[in-house]
């Protein structure tokens, strides 16, 4: 099976890809759990696995800024993650002096929102090829040949894969025709061919040492070792035609300088770029506090707002109580002095009433003098007529009794009367 097949295999199974690199990377025991999908999206057992890997760039302190208790918040686990990718892509360009172009980057929101494992089995293929990369990869290739065998072919074919995205990017950057990397392929096929070369030879020296053997065997073997000499002779021909490049007054030679000094300015611009790239995250972590800062203030200027709302409200309320109480006083003030003018007029009625009783008293006594100046002023009135009638009895005797009794009984209503 070609490589191009086992990476089209790959490719169109990665939940697949995914749980084998989790099996490889519970190898390194880390203290984070690392058993499912769910609990490396924290990245907190990714971050202690590059740490093993290679120490001195995944440091300490760099270790101690990947929160590990982040529940189930998935901005926080995409902060991690974005540290932990930010940080092998660095490792790859400055550390192994590879780019990674070629090879698509997972998409973080998938990873920690939705543990998407096809987004992390790209992450943790990264980290695969920091490992079989770093300065003690033989320890960890001959950890992966411990795995089970259908981990193990997973595995190997995600480091081909990773490895081919990487050899596309380094030949794309170079230009088509450039005298130095065709020296450098040349040059490997060559030490290729001469490598198999040594071995076809020695397979041949064992099989002439051999009393019985098969001639069919070693005729192959003669015609396969001819040809591999006569392509290995048509390599050195064009190796010796090219020219050399430690030779500054050559075409590859002046070539050669143009690009050590192209390369020196691009040194030059990539420390001065990372540099700016180092201030530029010391001033992005600076303006991520002060965003925190200014939303906790914002949060707390949202509830005072909230209050003085309400505040705000409560002190309408008391407006129009107390213009209602301003009202309501002016009409209390209003009603006193009515009450005022009312105790006023109850003690004129009062006075009144005193001075009523005593008219009333005078009219009374008025009245009983008037009645007793009537009955003065009758009195001789009466008198004369009894005088008179006394005169006229003596010649009335003879009329009897009974007309003199009237007239006595006369006389007695007249006296009484007012």
Known sequence: MSSQTRRG??????????????????????????????????????SQALHQIDPAWFSESWLGRIKEDVGDNWRLKMNNLKKILQMMVDYYNEVLSQQI???????????????????????????????????RKQEYIQIIMTLEEFVQHVVMTAIQELMSK?????????????VESQLKKALEDLADL?????????????????????????????????????????????ANQLDSFDDPSTP???????????????????FRLEAAKDDYRIHCEELEKQLIEVQHRNDELTSLAEESRVLKDELDILRSCSDRAVKLEA???????????????????????????????????????????????????????QVSRSCTGSCQRSLGGQTTWHTKRRSLKRNTMP
């Open 9 to 46: 295999e790959m490719e169109t199974d990665k939940p697949v890809l995914c749980e084998s690199l989790v099996i490889w990377l519970q190898t390194f025991n880390t203290a984070a759990p690392c058993m499912t999908v769910e609990e490396l999206t924290t990245g907190a057992a990714i």
């Open 101 to 135: 172009q070629e090879f698509p980057l997972p998409d973080l929101v998938k990873v920690a929102e939705h543990s998407d494992p096809v987004e992390l089995g790209r992450l943790l293929q990264l980290t695969l090829g920091c490992a079989v990369k770093c300065e």
């Open 166 to 178: 990487e050899n596309m990017a380094q030949f794309g950057a170079e230009p088509p025709g450039d």
């Open 194 to 238: 001469m490598a198999e070369k040594e071995v076809l030879a020695q397979r041949c020296q064992e099989l002439d040492v051999q009393q019985t053997f098969d001639p069919g065997q070693v005729t192959v073997l003669q015609e396969e070792r001819n040809s591999l000499l006569a392509e290995n002779d048509a390599l050195t021909g064009r």
């Open 252 to 270: 590859s030679g002046r070539k050669h300088s143009q690009l050590q000094i192209q390369l020196e300015t691009l040194q030059e611009e990539n």
């Open 331 to 385: 009409s209390v003030e209003t009603y006193r002095r009515k009450l005022e003018d009312l105790g006023d007029l109850r003690r004129q009625v009062k006075l009144l009433e005193e001075k009523n009783m005593t008219y009333m008293h005078n009219t009374v006594d008025l009245e009983e003098e008037l009645c007793k100046d009537n009955a003065a002023r009758t009195q001789p009135e009466t008198y004369k007529r």
